[in-house]
Nanobody, 114 residues
Framework: QVQLVESGGGLVQPGGSLRLSCAAS????????MGWYRQAPGKQREWVAH???????NYAEFVKGRFTISRDNTKNMVYLQMNSLKPEDTAVYHC????????WGQGTQVSVSS
């Protein structure tokens, strides 16, 4: 059974930083691409970044230069380091395994406000 558990969200001021974590189980973690997505109130879920099994990364334009995705295959963990946060980054952030696209965790709330 695939399980994804996100953590690390919170309330932060504009310009601040947060590091999100995602613990994955029930998948062949080291061989699957992992992605981060977000959903703001009243909006559709959108892709933020993903990291391939070999560590290759891709980012949405609106987070390039500010967010960094990484993974630890020894711990089945994927991370999202978020710097220079903006109010428009406020959303529930989810991770997803591309080998199990239909499975989503509960997400972690990120709120950016002064």
């Amino acid at each position: 059974q695939v399980q994804l558990v996100e953590s690390g969200g919170g309330l932060v001021q504009p310009g601040g930083s947060l590091r999100l974590s995602c613990a994955a189980s029930g998948i062949r973690f080291r061989s699957t691409t992992m992605g981060w997505y977000r959903q703001a109130p009243g909006k559709q879920r959108e892709w933020v970044a993903h990291i391939g099994s070999q560590g290759n990364t891709n980012y949405a334009e609106f987070v390039k230069g500010r967010f960094t995705i990484s993974r630890d295959n020894t711990k089945n963990m994927v991370y999202l380091q978020m710097n220079s946060l903006k109010p428009e980054d406020t959303a529930v952030y989810h991770c997803n395994a591309w080998s199990a696209r239909g499975v989503w965790g509960q997400g972690t709330q990120v709120s950016v406000s002064s």
